[in-house]
């Protein structure tokens, strides 16, 4: 089954750090980009970071840079953020997604089109 | 303040279409494709467009996206009442080397 799963959200105090876990199963995860992508309660969707398929590069919203840093395994097909120095508003629903597939050099357009179940994580005094 | 523009709200009745915008900049929407989704609240967001022609398997052809100059709208022809939900335009930014989505419209069907 294709898919992806999500784990290690939570509820944190400020200031503290959270690590997050999107496992991938039934597909090439090693050939794919995995973006991040949070909605805070009562906003809208707010992209947070990508990992290129071969951890090469990656990038982040200006809203986290420096505090959050997303890296992968592609031995455990599993990509990870590790989320340091929490705000409140990073309190969100955060879901990881599917990008480009890459293969022989070449990429597609980003795909989007496996998601995870979304995990909640509160940052709360 | 998102770097997309969309309306935060629009309507419709049953079997109309509806068109929702998003206006953003050379940086973004000039240069890049645009993609689309619809999200309800509780579950994940749903691709259901980009600018290249590519719509998901699964998805009506009632949905179709376009694009011109810093601009692109979602259409939603023959509209039922489950396409309420929020839907969201996405795209690249070179300038911030970085995704960006509009913030969000909530589609009401009357």
């Known amino acids: 089954q294709v898919q992806l799963v999500q784990s290690g959200g939570g509820v944190v105090q400020p200031g503290t750090s959270l690590r997050l876990s999107c496992a991938a199963s039934g597909f090439s995860f090693s050939s794919y980009d995995i973006h991040w992508v949070r909605q805070a309660p009562g906003k809208g969707l707010e992209w947070v970071a990508v990992i290129k398929y071969d951890g090469g590069h990656k990038f982040y919203a200006d809203s986290v840079k420096g505090r959050f840093t997303i890296f992968r395994d592609n031995s455990k097909n599993t990509v990870y953020v590790q989320m340091d120095s929490l705000r409140a508003e990073d309190t969100a629903e955060y879901y990881c997604?599917?990008?480009?597939?890459?293969?022989?050099?070449?990429?597609?357009?980003?795909?989007?089109?496996?998601w995870g179940q979304g995990t909640m994580v509160t940052v709360s005094s | 303040q998102s770097v997309l523009t969309q309306p935060p709200s629009a309507s419709g009745t049953p079997g109309q279409t509806v068109t929702i915008s998003c206006s953003g900049s050379s940086s973004n929407i000039g240069s890049r494709y645009v993609f689309w989704f619809r999200h309800l609240p509780g579950s994940a967001p749903q691709l259901l467009f980009y600018?290249?022609?590519r719509r998901p398997s699964g998805v009506p052809d009632r949905f179709s996206g376009s694009k011109s100059g810093t601009s692109a709208s979602l259409a939603i022809n023959g509209l039922r009442s489950e396409d309420e939900a929020d839907y969201y335009c996405a795209t690249w930014d070179d300038s911030l080397s970085a995704w960006v989505f509009g913030g969000g419209t909530k589609l009401t069907v009357l």
């Open positions: 600018t290249n022609g």
């Open positions: 997604a599917n990008g480009q597939y890459c293969s022989g050099g070449t990429c597609t357009d980003d795909l989007f089109d496996i």
